[in-house]
């Protein structure tokens, strides 16, 4: 298949244009390459030494013979260009990783709230309005996330995107109908997810357009297969109190002996994905396309659930470093039950990389090997989710 | 109150601006003059002749003694402008009118579709962003639309916004939930309008902002008792295919002898109100804000449900002329049922203005006084829904 990923430069779409490249797809990248940018803007590097694109681009083709394209552009700003793309590419699919991805970020200021919004929503809706005008039938594979659903109403299982719910008719009689699930996002950044399937629902209704919405919980890990065969094609790492994901803040610190920080009582039950599935359950979703006329596909794209304070005990004992709790800046629940489905992705072929086996690896293999370059002042989380009053 | 009205000189905004201040309430309108833009772009003009808008408010100051201010900035763009306002006015509420309102406008091409996303989303987000970081206790008065509801997926009559539905529980038993009306908004446009009660929902939650978003049904009429009062303060009357609303089009098309345009068989139950309502509507929602804390309150701002095809007859017989049947450039069911709650605002004291009273003052006040200055060759919708496969 042909298939552009967008935001192919950043820490789930690298990873996953290698191994789609593996998969003997033709890839082409488009980044604007904000990632980078906003690690200048915030002081920040990943922890691992990631190379420009160009020169990973090379030593893929160097190790693999494979070609990569590389298309620096800004989906939600550049239209004519990326609508010029597509009918030179022609692609069976698009990957589309091209949002602000941070929930703390989104949270840090005003500024940070308009760029997310601005950012995230205009380039999803330049994708479909670009395809439509196009008139190509390309499946649109988009990474949302777990935190669009609200966490707990119910006390039943998540289900994949649609919900049976009982709504009274006008005869009075109780019906059964299939809703998508209510939402409850818990940051501008999830926020952005929720308006996003809005976008991709109104586009299958009004244009057919073919859809595969994946609700991602929070990843894990580095590497791929792929990005361990250089050093040149390595992951991004970002341990910060923005970027860094809350299992892989939990590695860092455990690598330096730094206590490791849970935000509250850490009664939050959260889901999680090692980067290496994310990377599969692309690919299954982008060769399994919906058929034209479907409504748009929801798949949970996770493999397990952990209470956040769970987690830090475990990486605790196995490190020997004590846990922190510190205040939580987030404005939610103190705590939370949650059971997920996702069969789905297991249905169609994906066998998970569980946590209990892979976090040793992850410790010894990446956050030891690069503790050296830890900025220690870059640990905490200063975002807040709500202002403080003023004095 | 002080009220800041953000789309102040537009069609809405105009009238509900002029009785906001008649009421004594102290009004700032913001205006970035899109909407006469659009006029120069589409290369039509009001029906009545409004004049500029520093000479509507000097009439108006003229005629009543009343000073309102009129800043002319991009609510989506200006944000440090929008800001410094909040500082300097201290509002009380802010009515947001701020947004490109036309479904035919927002379908014309690719770029109408990107216009009206990326300038409806970034207005209501630079706004909800802005209070926010003013500190201010800022009531929200936004016009949202009947059109955010998925049409008769019950048959019951659609609520005020919340819909209890029953869930089931990990128990296995069914629990009733008041959850935001399930959306299934019929153009992108409207899904503007969908993206923004998440918006509300959002900031409402995170932030305790206090939100009224009114959804309105089609706007028919023109005058109000205030724009009435000077010819320089006439209110727009549009009849073209992208802005004219059904029955302001029917209206104009039967003083000037048109056959009247039915698109498809008419079938579609629409919800209305009189632009006098709007004004009264927008009083009773900005002088009763909700408590501090509690959830966006949403009301149906609508006051009567007529059949398309039925109002076409009804104005048929009233003016003698013909009914034609157009092809429907819309994606939608060619027939609906549609009962609403309107009690929030009855309960408020509207009295409203009904069709069988008003339809004929219309037809003569404006429509026939006009009716040489109407362009014949702007009436016909040209907007398609679908793109037409290319040959």
Same mark, same amino acid.
């Not at 990631?50 to 552009?73: C, H, M, S, Y």
């Not at 980067?275 to 359950?281: E, H, Q, V």
């Given at each position: 298949?042909?298939? @552009? ?9 690298? +990873? ?28 920040? &590097? ?5 190379? +420009? ?40 699919? @698009? ?5 602000? /991805?941070?929930?703390?970020?989104? %949270? ?12 995230? @929503?205009?380039?999803?809706?330049? $994708? ?5 005008? &196009? ?47 209510? !939402? ?6 999830? %926020? ?16 057919? =357009?073919?859809?595969?919405? $994946? ?9 791929? &297969? ?6 040149? =094609? ?45 990377? /599969? ?7 399994? +396309? ?12 996770? !493999? ?9 005990? %475990? ?14 800046? /987030? ?25 209990? &086996? ?25 975002? /807040? ?7």
């Amino acid at each position: 298949m042909k298939i @552009i990923v967008l935001g192919g430069d950043g820490f789930c779409g690298w +990873p996953t244009a290698l191994h789609l490249s593996n998969q003997d797809h033709e890839i082409v990248i488009v980044d604007n390459l904000s990632r980078r940018k906003i690690d200048v803007e915030l002081g920040v &590097s990943s922890l691992t030494p990631i190379v +420009p694109l160009p020169q990973r681009l090379a030593a893929w083709k160097e190790i693999t013979g494979r070609d990569i394209r590389f298309v620096n552009l800004d989906v939600g700003k550049d239209y004519d260009r990326l609508l010029a793309l597509l009918h030179q590419v022609k692609p069976d699919a @698009i990957v589309h990783f091209a949002e602000q /991805r941070a929930a703390p970020y989104s %949270m840090k200021s005003s500024w940070h709230k308009r760029y997310t919004v601005d950012n995230n @929503i205009n380039a999803t809706n330049c $994708l479909l309005a670009a395809i439509v005008e &196009s008139g190509q039938d390309i499946h649109v594979v988009h990474l949302g996330t777990m935190g669009v659903y609200g966490y707990g109403t119910t006390g039943a299982p998540i289900p994949e995107g649609y919900l049976t719910v009982h709504v009274t008719t006008g005869e009075g009689k109780l019906e059964p109908r299939e809703i998508l699930h209510p !939402t409850s996002p818990g940051s501008i950044y999830h %926020m952005t997810k929720v308006m996003d399937q809005t976008l991709f629902a109104y586009y299958n209704k009004n244009d057919r =357009l073919r859809v595969t919405d $994946l609700h991602q919980g929070i990843v894990w890990g580095t590497n791929t &297969s792929e990005t361990k065969r250089d050093e040149r =094609l390595v992951n991004r790492f970002d341990y910060d109190g923005d970027y860094g994901t809350v299992l892989n803040r939990f590695l860092m610190q455990a690598a330096i002996g730094h206590p490791l920080t849970v935000h509250g009582t850490g009664g939050q039950t959260r889901a999680f994905i090692h980067i290496r599935d994310t990377a /599969r359950c692309v690919e299954l979703a982008a060769t399994n +396309p919906p058929e034209k006329g479907e409504r748009v596909r929801i798949f949970n794209q996770m !493999t397990e659930t952990h209470r956040v304070a769970d987690l830090a005990q %475990m990486i605790s004992k196995m490190a020997g470093v004590p846990v922190s709790h510190l205040d939580n800046p /987030r404005n939610e629940a103190v705590e939370n039950e949650l059971q997920v489905h996702n069969d789905c992705l297991l249905d169609l072929g994906l066998k998970p990389t569980k946590l209990e &086996s892979g976090l040793m690896d992850e410790v010894i293999d990446v956050a030891k090997r690069y503790a050296d370059r830890c900025d220690r002042s870059k640990i905490p989380a200063t975002s /807040r989710w709500v202002q403080k009053p003023s004095a």
